[in-house]
């Protein structure tokens, strides 16, 4: 719930949330406070002094102060148990609500999107999020839970046959139990609100929000998940929220016999270390890792539209896991798609998070930003544009805390992955532009199919072509990724396609296109027959 810190001048009230565990708000063990990001901006030493001295004292006065947003309690072991054992408690009488009542979470949560989306707003720009990205991040979850979307998962969670005028035969998916969900730190609370979807299929869920960044992601299950799931008469323990340390947390998870699917949104290399646990441990893990996706630009492109695409590369300064990473492009177009791009990358802007039109957020730990630079120059790339760092106003600086957008050209195909930069994802803004040897369409069309394909990550892919065989050609030999697009933006989201997962490095051994209220429940079949006669049905007439 809202608290209103006595004595605070504030317009509006200090944000404060205890626990969330069976159905009631439980005090934690200390707070943990969010400071606005406007304020590391633009007095970074009072904003961290802040938290500090309300860490040690939540009663100091510095909780007065305008940069303060909100706090939220800190879970102990004892906490996360109790969590786990109030889904554990809920899952079995959620599991039995009827399909149809269930699918109407997903409706009731839309709706509560669109009626807090400005508060919503508010809290995701506090926490460093662009506006202009942030509402962009809604309208994925706009989608997720749109009709279309939620008619096509309520398809596949139950389908009925008649068979020989005396079977009704099912086909449906029924929730795999207590499900954990970990969100990432760079999208907490967008990402937090795919939880809605386990719940949607029968689940119990314990979300832990982030202990760097908890307040969106308590305010979203708290303020708008939770009423609705009261209103639909869930029983308490159904959702249940911690802010916790994630090792902490995570061993708890996985050692637990309470617990059947861990839903992890993170790097690859902690991924698959946890794939590993996760199987020893007789759990189903759930894996939205790194990506690094590939935007492949051929001859006879739109190449006004495709720079646009292109240009999201940069968007949150590349720390978003599915703007893409790099461009392959024929040669003979080369040149005049890099010129297009040098000429619009001026609009991609730093500023406060709350100013329309800013795309960049702040990088304050820029080491390997520049060591990927040195490594590719030195093994030949070139630089196009940027390459260094900038304030907020855009003025090139040796202390600034933005990035610049910065393209280098990497002439050559096959040995392109050599290069750190092409090979993984980086989380910069940092675009390397491939361009491979000319050689006959036949041929780069193949090594372009092929390129894609050998990517050790696989979120999502896209093409711009006019060519009608090459798109036809790309549609039938992709096979990486959960998601391709041709001649369309790199990120926006659309009804019924996947707004996330995929192959690899990025989704895991059992990866794909990731469907999660598909993914946290299973397939079984069922048969309701009248006057058969068992010995005839195995044997016939």
Request: glycine fraction near 8%; proline fraction near 6%; include cysteine.
């Amino acid at each position: 719930m809202i608290m209103l810190v006595e004595g605070n001048p504030r317009e509006k009230p200090l944000r404060s949330y205890d626990l969330f565990i069976g159905g009631k708000d439980v005090p934690g063990d200390g707070w943990v406070y969010t400071t606005s990001a406007s304020s590391l901006l633009e007095d970074v030493f009072t904003s961290i002094s802040l938290k500090r001295a309300l860490e040690k004292d939540p009663d100091d006065e510095a909780s007065q102060h305008r940069y303060v947003v909100g706090r939220c309690g800190v879970a102990t072991n004892e906490h996360i148990d109790e969590a786990l054992q109030a889904a554990a408690d809920a899952v079995r009488e959620w599991a039995a609500v009827p399909l149809t009542r269930r699918m109407r979470l997903g409706e009731l949560f839309r709706q509560q999107l669109i009626t807090h989306q400005e508060e919503f707003l508010e809290l995701l720009v506090a926490e460093s999020h662009p506006v202009t990205l942030a509402r962009w991040e809604l309208s994925c979850l706009h989608q997720v839970y749109g009709p279309e979307s939620l008619d096509w998962y309520a398809q596949r969670m139950h389908t009925e046959f008649q068979h020989g005028g005396n079977r009704r035969l099912i086909v449906r998916r029924q929730p795999d139990g207590v499900v954990c969900f970990n969100p990432p730190q760079n999208a907490a609370g967008p990402s937090a609100a795919l939880a809605v979807l386990p719940l949607m299929a029968g689940n119990a869920v314990v979300v832990r929000a982030p202990r760097s960044i908890p307040l969106s992601t308590m305010y979203l299950c708290r303020e708008l998940v939770a009423p609705v799931l009261e209103e639909l008469g869930a029983p308490p323990g159904v959702l249940n929220v911690i802010c916790s340390n994630p090792k902490q947390t995570m061993d708890r998870w996985v050692e637990s016999p309470l617990v059947n699917d861990i839903f992890f949104i993170g790097g690859s290399e902690e991924g698959f270390k946890l794939q590993e646990r996760c199987i020893a441990n007789g759990k189903k893990p759930i894996l939205e890792l790194a990506g690094n996706d590939s935007i492949v630009i051929w001859k006879d492109a739109d190449l006004d539209a495709a720079t646009e695409a292109i240009l999201e590369c940069f968007y949150g300064s590349g720390q978003i896991c599915m703007v893409p990473n790099c461009v392959v492009v024929h040669p003979e177009i080369a040149d005049q798609l890099i010129a297009k791009i040098k000429e619009q990358i001026v609009d991609v802007r730093p500023g406060y998070p709350h100013e329309e039109g800013v795309l960049l957020t702040p990088v304050r730990r820029a080491e390997k930003f520049f060591a990927l630079q040195r490594q590719a120059i030195d093994n030949g790339a070139t630089l196009v544009t940027g390459g260094g760092r900038m304030e907020i106003d855009g003025t090139p600086s040796e202390t600034g805390v933005f990035l610049q957008p910065t393209v280098l050209r990497v002439d050559g195909l096959n040995t392109a992955r050599e290069l750190e930069m092409v090979k993984h994802e980086t989380f910069f803004p940092l675009l390397p532009v491939i361009v491979p040897a000319v050689a006959g369409d036949t041929e780069l069309l193949d090594a372009f199919i092929d390129y894609v394909n050998t990517n050790d990550y696989g979120l999502r892919n896209s093409l711009w072509a006019g060519s009608d065989e090459v798109i036809d050609q790309f549609v039938l030999r992709i096979v990486n990724g959960g998601l391709l697009k041709v001649n369309d933006s790199h990120i926006g989201f659309l009804p019924y396609l996947p707004s996330h997962g995929g192959t690899g490095l990025t989704g895991g051994v059992f990866g794909e296109a990731n469907y999660p209220m598909l993914k946290t429940s299973h397939v079984q079949g069922v048969s309701v027959a009248t006057g058969i006669r068992p010995r005839q049905a195995v044997f016939g007439a």
